[in-house]
């Protein structure tokens, strides 16, 4: 195993910690992978993350064959999204409380609030229900992300992408965060959503400030992260 393989999957394993420290994510839930070599890098299935080590994660080819332990159940997803999306290397999945309670009700959060835009346009999608870890569970979230960098899972949780593992983390909580703020604002009934003349000049103005984008313009996995001043 290289350095920098390692290195990746030393920085997966506290990515995945950090998903449960910060409260994002409970026990088991959730999984995490990242383009590598000829396939990508995910998480073994149902192993509790602080005991889980740099050599659980699992190598998985772009046919699903793999070496090492059983890899997450929703191995289908990671692969179909990252053979799908060249502009993102990392896959992240969570049972995040507000983000999930949002989609056991199928809702699409709609451009309520600007932030909204970081996901990519006006809405943050929620994909149809399906059972977990089938095809038909990762059509949909594929379909829910066209042209986005995360959507909800409908009664199950979210998906959030990113170029690096910081970036997708970083969507992640902006997720959750824009989830409880839409449920809190439901509380004073549906509120008004921003017109897409006005989204279209929030995401142009993201675009040109490289804002809300995180750490996502930091780097790729492999290579060492240069900060810009
Ligand atoms: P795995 O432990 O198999 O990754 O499953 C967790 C999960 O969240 C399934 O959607």
Redesign the pocket.
Known sequence: MTEAERDLRTRMVETCRKMNSTGLNQG????LSARHGDGFLI?????PYDIMQPEDIVDMAWDGTYAGRRP???WRFHRDILKARPDVDVVL???STYATSVACHHRTIPAFHYMVGVMGGTTLRCAAYAT??TQALSDAAIEALQDRKACLLGQ??QISLGKTLDAALWMAVEVETLARMYQQACVLGEPPVLSDEEMARVIAQMQRMSYGLGPEEEGSNDVARPRKA
Request: a negative charge; proline letters at 5%.
């Open positions: 088991t839930a959730g999984n998480t073994p299935s149902s192993m997450s159940s929703e999945h969570c049972h977990f870890g199950h949780g």
